[in-house]
């Protein structure tokens, strides 16, 4: 069964960075406002990125990935920039 990492935009702007392993399902229920309290507080919620991994373990572990990246870094994924998410990774490290 395949697991899903994935970015909701709120409607405030922010992201919100899960994991399901029936995505579909999940956006209903954060769109119906009983996904979390963090998003049913500020919904609409768009899903913005969604990444397949064969695993729940693997999943996870890039779920604790994006969770610890900046907005900035976020935002550089989601516009395909792979040029600056390695930017602002170097940044980091320093």
């Given amino acids: 069964m395949p697991f899903w990492v994935y970015i909701l935009e709120c409607s405030d702007g922010s992201y919100y960075v899960g994991i399901a392993s029936d995505l579909p399902a999940r956006l209903a229920r ?14 609409p919620v768009r899903l913005v990125f969604a990444e397949r991994h064969s695993t729940e373990p693997e999943a996870a572990g890039r779920e604790r990935q994006l969770k610890g990246w900046s907005r900035a870094k976020k935002a550089a ?3 395909g920039k792979v040029a600056e998410v390695h930017r602002l990774s ?5």
Avoid: E
């Fill in 30 to 43: 954060h769109q119906s406002g009983r996904g979390c309290a963090f998003t049913a507080a500020r919904r």
């Fill in 77 to 79: 994924l989601l516009a």
């Fill in 90 to 94: 170097a940044r980091r490290r320093r």
